[in-house]
């Protein structure tokens, strides 16, 4: 369920409210209680790991392991 911006026509405040399916429509300010608001544009924001597991995982410089990472040898 997305979570959208809007300011009140009436007052003013910005706020932000989780909108579920279609009651998009019966939106309230959080202040004055109006449901005269704007939906304001905002960005999307996601966190993404910087590597993968596997280029994380230390490998055997030999490349010749059973077991990349614990064979005791250095990269």
């Known amino acids: ?3 959208f911006e809007y300011t009140c026509e009436d007052c003013g405040t910005a706020f932000e409210k989780l909108v579920r399916g279609s009651s998009e429509n019966g939106v309230a ?3 004055c209680g109006e449901h ?3 939906k ?4 999307f924001a996601a966190r ?4 993968s597991p596997a280029a994380a995982m230390p490998s ?3 490349g010749m392991c059973q077991t990349p990472g614990l064979c005791g040898r250095n990269n």
Do not use: L, Y
């Not at 993404?48 to 590597?51: D, L, R, V």
């Open 1 to 3: 369920m997305p979570i």
């Open 29 to 31: 300010c959080p202040s």
């Open 36 to 38: 005269h608001v704007t």
């Open 40 to 43: 304001q544009w905002s960005t």
């Open 48 to 51: 993404a790991q910087s590597e």
């Open 60 to 62: 055997c410089a030999s």
